[in-house]
């Protein structure tokens, strides 16, 4: 869908992609590209093999870190682990800075050694001690860390650093971090801090408690700029597995096509495709600019986009809430570089709109080594952890890397319950029966999915299965097919905005079938029906270039 906005915001491309070689290529290995279709008709059982899983007291391996100079992050402890049902001797207390930002020796002392002591002392470790060498540590009891505000979120490079090893290269002579991601590798005992340690549990399809002797620590952080919002993504979080994430997924491209960011692109064009896969809405927008800031972005469960420097387009409205429990990730190399400005970057932004999960960088991490939110996503449909599904999706450790949010949510739990439906499903909502639906006929092809996904939607009045419908027609180069899907969803909403957005979707396909004139009658018409809409100013801008296309078009004979 292209949408071109007034005072079109352009996309920062500061973070490039980075070709990584020799030595480092041995750890490199991209992700799989294909989805088999046996993958796909084993997706019914594989939740229900994930709810065994899920079923787990995942309580009873996560500790809660929080600062005890901060009296807000000592309560928000107290308050995330009495509804998580964490025991009191898994809070564990530091005495460490105020500050965001900390350095190398402040992040030893305060922070790493007090906390390996802990370990040690409350046997989380089967800890190996031999003479004169590092610790080994052999198995952990502990998987989630669960790190409150008031804890550090990033230390700052180093001059010198005893042990470590700087090598050649933007990645190899780099020894900035977040704490989350250094946290990560706590059991590794190591000195080198320059570089990325590669992560053991990248790609993996299985909960962490089922890894042999796995010493990974999945770390998460419950922070954001105020103490009210903190406490929201933990209630939030908690609710919405129980009633289940449900409305509409917005993706946001960018179009590029340059070896450096093919990839960026690449992973949202895959996610589009899981979406529609499990029955999700997806409004998929795959120009350059980003969704411009007069777009009706209801019902936003999920948000994926990419690649502008600071929070923009609709996130910016005054009245944008997301929907209880949303995920909303927006890649950019400096997402979380604060997370007390609820103006600045994307990650403190996001969550103080309602978002309850995202995922970000503290520095400059290079786009390979960001989460890969195909990878995160499918993890995500599949009912693992908000943890699990994060630390699966990225490459590198001891590196940039952000997870906030409550590492036990499991937003697609629901999911799990096969024999007890959540009482949303109950009420035969919009967004559960073309869940349904699309699973149960997952392996029909497009040809005979489509046709049948569209007489449903019509006996329903499942006005966003029809949008989807749309949608897909339209990402499939079929704005004739598009436009009929289009016609039908608009006249079925009864939501303004709703409306307004389907208009802005059909109107793109009018105009991708060289028949601007449709387009612009139908703007007009939009427009005259509501002219002081906050979506007015976009659909003008539309008419404007629509029109402009239509005095170049010559009449047919």
């Known amino acids: 869908m292209k949408l071109n906005a007034p005072n079109e915001v352009d996309r920062a491309v500061p973070c490039p992609m980075v070709k990584l070689g020799g030595e480092a290529a041995r750890y490199w290995r991209r992700p799989r590209r294909g989805r088999s279709a046996l993958r796909v008709f084993a997706f019914v059982l594989l939740l229900a093999i994930n709810a065994a899983a899920a079923e787990q007291p995942l309580a009873q391996s996560t500790i809660v870190l929080y600062n005890k100079t901060v009296p807000d992050s000592v309560e928000l402890a107290k308050f995330y682990a009495e509804q998580r049902g964490i025991a009191a001797d898994h809070l564990i207390g530091l005495t460490c800075s105020i500050e965001e930002e900390i350095s190398r020796e402040d992040y030893d002392v305060t922070i790493v050694e007090p906390l390996r002591e802990i370990f040690k002392q409350r046997h989380w470790w089967m800890l190996n001690e031999p003479p004169k060498q590092p610790p080994v540590v052999d198995a952990s009891t502990i998987h989630f860390v669960a790190v409150i505000k008031g804890i550090p979120l990033k230390i700052r490079s180093t001059a010198t650093y005893s042990g470590d090893q700087p090598r050649p290269g933007p990645i190899g002579s780099r020894n900035e971090a977040s704490v989350d991601s250094e946290l990560a590798v706590l059991a590794f005992y190591s000195r080198q801090i320059s570089g990325v340690t590669p992560n053991p ?16 620590l999945l770390v998460c952080r419950l922070d954001a700029p105020a103490v009210g919002t903190v406490r929201g993504m933990i209630v939030d979080a908690i609710a919405t597995e129980k009633s289940g994430l449900w409305g509409r997924a917005y993706v946001d491209g960018a179009d590029k096509t340059g070896t450096d960011f093919a990839a960026g692109d690449e992973w949202l064009g895959n996610v589009t495709t899981q979406l529609h896969k499990v029955g999700i809405p997806v409004v998929y927008d795959d120009t350059p600019a ?42 950019h190399s400096f997402s979380a570089s604060t997370l007390r400005d609820p103006n600045a970057n994307w990650v403190a932004p996001l969550v103080s709109k309602g978002a309850a999960a995202s995922l970000g960088s503290v520095y400059e991490p290079y786009l390979e ?11 995500l449909l599949h009912g693992f952890t908000f943890a699990e599904s994060a630390y699966m999706s990225i490459r590198a450790l001891s590196w940039m890397s952000v997870m906030v ?37 997952v392996m029909r092809s497009a040809s005979e999915f489509r046709p049948l996904a569209g007489q449903i939607a019509a006996r329903s009045h499942n006005c966003p299965m029809m949008e989807d419908l749309g949608s897909m027609e339209a990402g499939d180069g079929n704005p004739s097919e598009a436009t009929n899907y289009f016609k039908q969803a608009r006249t079925c909403y009864t939501n303004h905005d709703d409306i307004l957005r389907v208009v802005l979707e059909e109107a793109d396909a009018w105009i991708k079938q060289n028949k601007p004139t449709q387009a612009v009658d139908l703007i007009r018409s939009a427009l005259r029906t509501a002219p002081d809409a906050s979506a007015a100013p976009l659909l003008r801008k539309f008419e404007k270039d629509a029109g402009r296309a239509a005095s170049q078009v010559t009449p047919s004979r």
């Open 201 to 216: 549990y990248f790609q993996r399809f299985s909960a962490i408690s089922n890894l042999k002797d796995a010493t990974l």
């Open 290 to 331: 980003i969704f411009p800031d007069a777009f009706p972005m209801t019902d936003c469960a999920l948000y994926y986009g990419w690649y502008a420097g600071n929070v923009a387009g609709p996130f910016n409205q005054p009245g944008f809430r997301f929907v209880r429990g949303a995920v909303a990730v927006h890649i």
């Open 369 to 379: 080594l960001t989460s890969h939110l195909d990878i995160f996503n499918d993890r």
């Open 405 to 441: 949010g409550d590492p036990l949510y499991r937003p697609y739990a629901s999911w799990l319950q096969i024999d007890a439906q959540p009482d949303s499903a109950k009420s035969g909502a919009d967004w559960t029966k073309y869940h349904e639906f699309a699973l149960k006929n």
